[in-house]
């Protein structure tokens, strides 16, 4: 009867030690499988900002960064003569609290949509828009521009794989914006009021 027991007695331990190292195996692989699951994406078009302390304005761009990825972007992927939302995803936005004087042109402290409509021709179009928070370009608005300025395209001297702005200060109480992508860059010189 002892010997029963104990045979029994092993049986069970045999398999709970069995069943435990099943579980601690299949622990792993749920473990690796969730890792792996749970691994964050290569998100193609990261959202970043920039910002800049000039002349005591704080200026600051939120934006999406899509990347060229082997396309032809200006007259492609994006059409020339329609407005782009100036990155990927939701509109680019540019925030200032101070005046800004851009092309002779007021641009009063604010927060606004920043739209590009680029064209095959000589400038491009610079928009500063009402509405700073909307999907892409599809609520854009024309009547909404409070600032419309051009800007003559520059070819970089390399390929800039994703889009990027940067805020300089140039002197003083002057910038200058830059958008660059693909082969392309855009400057916009500013004068803090």
């Not at 601690?24 to 749970?38: F, L, P, Y």
């Not at 934006?63 to 407005?83: C, H, K, Q, T």
Request: hydrophobic letters at 35%.
């Amino acid at each position: 009867m002892k010997k029963m027991a104990l045979v029994i007695c092993s049986v069970l331990i045999s398999i709970s030690c069995k069943q435990d190292h099943q579980n601690d195996n299949s622990s792993d692989h749920d473990h690796h499988e969730k890792v792996s699951n749970s691994e964050v994406k290569k998100t193609l078009s990261p959202h970043t900002s920039e910002m800049a302390l000039i002349d005591g304005a704080h200026i600051h761009i939120d934006y999406s960064s899509p990347g060229v990825r082997n396309r032809m972007i200006f007259g492609g992927l994006l059409a020339y003569d329609e407005a782009w939302q100036a990155g990927a995803h939701n509109a680019t936005w540019i925030e200032t609290d101070k005046d800004l004087e851009i092309e002779g042109k007021l641009l009063e402290a604010g927060k606004y949509g920043f739209f590009v409509i680029p064209s095959q021709e000589e400038e491009w179009t610079l928009i500063f828009n009402t509405r700073w928070n909307q999907h892409g370009k599809d609520e854009y608005n024309k009547d909404e521009d409070v600032l419309r300025v051009k800007a003559k395209p520059l070819e970089n001297d390399s390929l800039t794989e994703h889009l990027t702005y940067t805020i300089n200060k140039t002197g003083e109480d002057i910038g200058v914006l830059s958008m660059s992508w693909d082969n392309l860059s855009i400057r916009i010189p500013f004068k803090v009021i």
